[in-house]
Nanobody
Framework: QVQLVESGGGLVQAGGSLRLSCAASGRLFSNYAMGWFRQAPGKQHEFVAAISRRALSTFYSDSGKGRFTIPKDDAKNTVYLQMNSLKPEDTAVYYC???????????????WGQGTQVTVSS
């Protein structure tokens, strides 16, 4: 069992930056691939970024490439989502997730946090 707690969301103006954090507890953090997803009102979960267990590979959505990065710190059991050049369409609840392998698909992640709201004003 892995428990995930996100933080760092908030209100930011378009063009600004935010860094989300996801702190993990429970089983060995480095055993899991980590992902970030988001859900806007009335929309389905959308993949944002993911990082493999040993941080050798990363995936990004087309909308996040060049703007978002997903560093992780195994010593702190924490994965981050650094978001730059934010746009109003990035407004959503952002969730981190832990799974057995690097994947774009939400169904491949077994553990989820409660989410943190990001609002980007124009």
């Amino acid at each position: 069992q892995v428990q995930l707690v996100e933080s760092g969301g908030g209100l930011v103006q378009a063009g600004g930056s935010l860094r989300l954090s996801c702190a993990a507890s429970g089983r060995l953090f480095s055993n899991y691939a980590m992902g970030w997803f988001r859900q806007a009102p009335g929309k389905q979960h959308e993949f944002v970024a993911a990082i493999s267990r040993r941080a050798l590979s990363t995936f990004y959505s087309d909308s996040g490439k060049g703007r978002f990065t997903i560093p992780k710190d195994d010593a702190k059991n924490t994965v981050y989502l650094q978001m730059n050049s934010l746009k109003p369409e990035d407004t959503a609840v952002y969730y981190c997730a832990a799974g057995g392998g690097l994947s774009y698909s939400a169904t491949d992640y077994a553990y989820w946090g409660q989410g943190t709201q990001v609002t980007v004003s124009s």
